[in-house]
């Protein structure tokens, strides 16, 4: 067993860092931010760039409060205010600002994120291009900012197609930032979403509102909701949802296939409107279009939730498979439903297979008092013991074995939905499924549409929000 001292140490950073070879540009980025609490939130939460204002902290912020309390707002342009009513301040950090609004030109209710500057007498202003252009790090971050825009419309592709599908993921209505005219020295230009943006005006963006009434991250919701008698069947409803919009981002008859890649609690929101809960797909900076030339590209991901071939030497680690490029995300979301059903992550439990020699020669092998030396070595070993560990999973006979290590409850809360999840997972052709989401062949995973085809997810029933599509339910 590892020693619950060094439990401590690797559990807070498997829930919160990136892999190790992106602890440099973290740190490179720490010397230009603004505000040091604002940066320890972003680096717990894993971004990689560390500047960037991500919907996240939107989301985290109107589901716990606000963390930033010492900030001062700026308050909102005449335009704005002219459009959108019962504003409400949602959070302000060292780059960016959120507020909760209704939308009387479209009937609906959004976030409005802006970004701001300070002068040097320590006052913010509202960023308009006029302002950041020929500032390296302002342009910088609003570019960075703006891409999260870019990459929530693009996802949106083939939402007419299946509006089901599209629903489960993260809006952008309105990008009022990205204007490379005005970058080139135009008076206005025309942003990704259409919209006009001239050099003078504040930039902001319109998102679609995420949490709702009372929605918040699925990591909250787990804690929450447990000791409900319906927590179960809620599960298994949420989990569906996210099979949808895994299907959407995959689905074969689309010529566009994306990663998510970074699959997580702390990056799925259940939102909340008139009593029924909807799941969302959030953060999608890290969002892979799969093609051939981005199978190396170094993009982020959470090591508790990233499958084992990720983790592999640099020299031979891919992004993702591109023959089966529903397979990262199908293994993060399988992690994902064990650490719903039993509180425990499948990386927390090969943590738990370490023995004391071997920890103890990572720590020979690490400088004294190197901590991320000694987080580094230990996850490997890990992952080379999971990735040993399930290379047979799809095919193997030992099943009482694999159940009582994928399913036990290690925490006594989640014993009862854990042999409940259990029983029914085996009674309706969904266990064997589940367990070959994490076999260590990629192309052994099992797209979305096989999981969604499972007796036990056709008996579940989910809602589309007919604020992000069309109403049906299915």
């Known amino acids: 067993m590892v020693p619950r001292s060094l439990v401590a140490l690797l559990i807070a950073h498997v829930s919160s860092e990136r892999l190790h070879t992106n602890f440099q540009l973290a740190t490179d980025e720490r010397a230009e931010a603004d505000n040091s609490e604002l940066l320890t939130d972003r680096v717990s939460e894993g971004s990689l760039f560390v500047g960037r204002f991500v919907m996240k902290h939107v989301l985290w912020v109107k589901a716990l409060g606000n963390t930033s309390a010492s900030l001062k707002h700026v308050p909102l342009p005449k335009d704005v205010k002219e459009r959108f009513a019962q504003t409400k301040e949602l959070y302000a950090g060292s780059f960016g600002e959120a507020w909760a609004a209704y939308d009387e030109l479209n009937g609906r209710s959004v976030v409005l994120k802006f970004f701001y500057g300070t002068t040097q007498t320590g006052n913010r202003y509202h960023l308009s291009w006029a302002a950041a252009v020929g500032r390296k ?47 080139d020295g135009f008076e206005s230009g025309i ?36 000791p409900q008698d319906d927590y179960s069947s809620r599960m298994l409803m949420l989990f569906k949802e996210l099979m949808e919009g895994l299907r959407y981002l995959t689905d074969p008859e689309h010529p566009m296939k994306w990663i998510h890649h970074d699959l997580k609690p702390d990056n799925i929101v259940v939102k909340v409107r008139n009593g029924q809960e909807y799941l969302k797909i959030i953060d999608l900076g890290g969002v892979l279009w799969a093609t051939k030339s981005n199978v190396q590209f170094p993009a982020v991901s959470t090591v508790a939730y990233a499958p084992s071939e990720w983790f592999g030497p640099e020299s031979s680690r891919v992004t993702f498979n591109l023959d089966a490029p529903w397979s990262f995300d199908m293994y993060s979301a399988g992690n994902i ?26 720590e020979k092998g690490c ?54 999840f259990l029983e029914e997972a085996k009674k309706q052709g969904f266990w064997e499924v589940h367990v070959k989401m ?13 999981v969604l085809e499972t007796p036990l997810m056709k008996g579940v029933t989910t809602h589309v929000d007919p604020e992000a599509a069309g109403g049906a339910e299915r």
């Not at 592709?157 to 970058?183: F, L, N, W």
């Not at 400088?367 to 560990?389: F, V, Y």
Request: charged residues 20%; aromatic residues 8%; glycine residues 6%.
């Open 191 to 226: 942003s990704t979403t259409g919209n006009e943006v001239t050099r003078s005006q504040a930039l902001y963006q319109v998102l679609e509102d995420c949490s709702g009434d009372g929605g918040q991250p699925l990591s909250h919701w787990i804690k929450k909701t447990l």
């Open 438 to 450: 994490f076999v260590s062949d990629p192309s052994v995973r099992p797209t979305p549409a096989e």
């Open 137 to 183: 790090t302002q342009t910088r971050h609003l570019i960075e900012a703006a891409a999260e825009c870019t990459t929530a419309q693009s996802l949106q592709t083939y939402s007419k197609d299946d509006p089901i599908g599209a629903s489960r993921i993260m809006q952008c209505y309105e990008d009022h930032v990205t204007c490379d005219k005005c970058i």
């Open 367 to 420: 400088p004294p008092g190197d901590q991320e030396c000694l987080w580094w070595g230990t996850m490997q070993a890990a992952k080379a013991a999971e990735s040993s560990g399930t290379a047979v999973w799809g095919s193997h006979t030992a099943a009482e074995f694999i159940s009582k290590f994928l399913y036990g409850g290690d925490y006594k809360d989640f014993q009862k939905t854990a042999a409940s």
């Open 337 to 362: 439903l064990i650490e719903m059903a039993t509180g425990v992550t499948l990386l927390d439990r090969y943590l738990n297979t370490l023995s004391s020699s071997r920890l103890n020669l990572i």
